[in-house]
């Protein structure tokens, strides 16, 4: 046992705060009775202002893997050729997905240092004169490497090439924590999920479905029960589900939306940012290299850092969990013990993020990994140019 509130700084699932965790602590209610249908009818409503969408928003009681699974059988046929990029892992599982289910992705394939690249994705699509391709899919957060995919940049892309493809984004570490449009960007199917930047625990997935994709299901060959928009579409409608919901989640839900829109969520993306600023400023001051090469790219969410060769990723996490009760997030398969992965997302404010580097800098000396001190000096300098103004002013 340790004193004191642990670290929990992987890159999702983020910290829950205590409004929600108290805002779930509440019996479970009937949810074919009369008082849910105010529960489901505001979550309903309230994740559309979320996704920034006027169109239909369905809630899955799943981890994320479900909404991704959802989006693609209830828009494809069997074997149906789907673009993907291999932006990292979880846009790689996204792919064995689709293959599992019997589909044709094609993979742009990339060395996981940067988002997707739309020249690449346009590229693709003007040599598919005969519209073989029914959906572009991208990673708008690609959790395993810190990389942000310019998602409007894809949908001009698509638009550029004269291709009808479906658009396909999954914001499952990004919704609430990065800027997103889906209405604005054109996006026909966002996937996301309940535990990373809407800070509650894992258990809920979600998609938000263009007009467009909700036609182009209706036809869409692929066999689906559980995941059916259209089961779910009619009692959505007034407020209900078509089977059981996570209901104490969705209480959970409501809260994190009421904070979101409390700070506003242009507050809520600008905070994500310059946190992740200092993050970079405390890794370049480590003398260490941040596994994303694109500036503009590098994601607002988590920080990936690589290790100087010869020295193991897991071994430091290791200590700094053992030394200072603090959980970084893993390299996963192709970075696997090459980089570690500073979460800054969800329910965070400066001075946690001041523990969680002071954290790392102490690790980095633990474990015995070259780096220069300083790094959390370079982050405080960067997290006080926010009050630079106001004390110019006094
Ligand atoms: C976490 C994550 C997933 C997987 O979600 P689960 O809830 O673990 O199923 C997929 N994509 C991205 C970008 C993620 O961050």
Redesign the pocket.
Known sequence: MTAGRHFLQI??PSNVPDRILRAMDYPTMDHRGPAFADVGRKALEGMKSIFKTESRVVIYPS????A?EAALVNTLSPGDTVLMYETGH?AT??KSLAQKLDLNPVFIESDWRAGADPAAIEERLRADKGHEIKAVCV?????STGSVTPVADVRRAMDAAGHPALLMA?T???LASVEFKHDDWGVDVTVS?S??GLMLP?GL?FNAISDKAMKVSEAAGLKRAYWSWADMAGPNDTGYFPYTPATNLLYGLNEAIDMLHEEGLDNVFARHQRHAAATRAAVKAWGLEVLCQVPEHRSPVLTAVMVPEGHSADNFRAVTLRNYDMSLGNGLSKVADRVFRIGHLGDFNDLMLCGTLSGVEMGLRDAGIPYRAGGVQAALEVLGQKFDAARAAA
Do not use: R
């Open positions: 890159p999702g981890s994320g893997t479900g991704w979880f599982l996204w990673v708008h957060n690609e959790t999954d499952i570490s990004s999920g535990q990373k894992p997935s």
